[in-house]
């Protein structure tokens, strides 16, 4: 029995701990923002504007000001208009509008760190098409002046066999003519 209330006590503090903690994020796969991220990280500056705007845009934010709020109201820390608590309020959300911006800012960092990136690879890109196509050229020039061999080798090789019939022609003749000679002699006798 109680191995069971341990867990449910340990399920419901997760429970508690995802609504008023927000879930961090994976790291980026991309290495050229993984790199962004190692190199921002490196200020503590810049690591307590990521942590402050991170709680600050979590529903455990909500929770902790509507608690603070009723708390506020319902003990009577003050009386109406509320003078105090509306200028912690405001001063709070002067902060907060500025820890936005620097999430925005962070935000169009990374964007140009993969804007960068791509271009770079469009150009390397862009430079390995124009390699083939060179090469592509190359190919076709080659192969143009092969097939010119090729037809010279063919009209040679047709001219070489009509000289073979030419003389094969000739031979026959030359055969007959003697054939002829031949009889005419024997005939002659």
């Known amino acids: 029995m109680s191995e069971a209330r341990t867990n449910t006590h340990s399920e419901l503090g997760h429970r508690i701990g995802r609504l008023l903690f927000p879930e ?3 790291p980026p796969i991309n290495p050229v923002l993984l790199k962004h991220t190692e190199e921002r990280a490196q200020a503590a500056q ?3 504007a990521d942590h ?3 709680f600050a845009g979590s529903m455990g934010f909500v929770y902790i000001h509507i608690l603070w709020f009723g708390c506020w109201i319902a003990f009577g820390v003050e009386k ?3 003078g105090l608590l509306t200028m912690i309020v405001s001063l709070e959300a002067i902060f907060l509008s ?3 911006m620097i999430s925005q800012n962070r935000a169009d960092a990374k964007r140009q760190v993969i804007a960068d990136q791509q271009w770079k690879t469009v150009q390397k890109e862009d430079e390995e098409n124009r390699e083939l196509l060179e090469l592509s050229r190359q190919i076709l020039q080659l192969t143009k002046e092969v097939r010119a061999y090729g037809d010279t080798v063919q009209s040679e090789k047709d001219q070489n066999q009509e000289l073979l019939d030419l003389s094969r022609q000739t031979l026959t003749l030359t055969k007959e003519l003697q054939a002829r000679a031949h009889t005419a002699a024997s005939c002659a006798d």
């Open 46 to 48: 810049n690591r307590m």
């Open 24 to 26: 961090k994020l994976p």
């Open 98 to 100: 500025t820890f936005v």
């Open 80 to 82: 109406y208009p509320f």
């Open 52 to 54: 402050i705007t991170s």
